[in-house]
């Protein structure tokens, strides 16, 4: 039977010590690493967002019982949200 020495938990330290081009968090005392995104991956990223953000404030919005944000979003109406 061998016995392996239980690792010590990762520390703020560990986290300062990763290269540039990785990151990292710490979870239950584990540091976990992955590859930092790529700018075009950012960028992809930020323009799907943005796209998004609108529609799903209007939808909140509405299933919460509230009014149309119309002057945040002129061009957008309320029958436009509804089925036909």
Do not use: C, K
């Not at 290269?19 to 005392?29: A, F, N, S, T, V």
């Amino acid at each position: 039977m061998s016995s392996h020495p239980r690792p010590s938990p990762a520390t703020l330290a560990d986290l300062d010590d990763l290269p540039e081009d990785l990151l990292g968090e710490i979870i239950d005392g584990v540091l976990y690493t992955r590859n930092r995104p790529s700018p075009a991956h950012q960028y992809a990223a930020a323009g799907i967002v943005s796209d998004l953000v609108p529609s799903l404030a209007v939808a909140r919005a509405l299933a919460d019982g509230g009014s149309f944000p119309s002057r945040r979003w002129p061009s957008l109406t309320r029958r436009t949200l509804r089925p036909t």
